[in-house]
């Protein structure tokens, strides 16, 4: 994976801390995280996607991930629209939402045999 860092692309975590603390590398490991602005490069997104969800759980931060390519060419990858997932956004359109209790669903027997693909397509 080091390899593949330098020679394909890789992606950058920064974030702001508050404080001087040591924190857990999701590679294997601890680190010092300085006051103020951090700046952590690594292999693969799921790490970075780790560490964010960690320091923003534990240490009440800020972060953003970048993917940079090898041509030098970075592209900002996350939080896509500026808020976070877990957050609410006034924008941001709902992906496969149902507006209904699980009470509303249909019965699964009532539809097994007519065609449709599942309880979702009702």
């Not at 699980?102 to 979702?120: C, M, R």
Request: hydrophobic share 35%; aromatic share 10%; charged share 25%.
């Amino acid at each position: 994976m080091l390899r593949k860092a330098q020679v394909e692309e890789f992606y950058v975590i920064t974030w702001t801390a508050k404080k001087e603390q040591i924190f857990e590398m999701p590679t294997g490991g601890a680190a010092i995280m300085r006051s103020g602005p951090n700046l952590l490069k690594l292999a693969r997104k799921e790490q970075c996607l780790m560490l964010l969800t960690q320091l923003r759980n534990k240490f009440k931060t800020d972060g953003q991930i970048y993917r940079v390519f090898p041509n030098g060419e970075v592209q900002y990858l996350h939080p896509k629209d500026g808020v976070y997932p877990e957050k609410v956004n006034a924008g941001r359109q709902a992906v496969g939402a149902n507006d209904r209790s699980i009470g509303k669903n249909p019965n699964p027997v009532l539809i097994k045999f007519t065609g449709k693909l599942g309880t979702y397509d009702v």
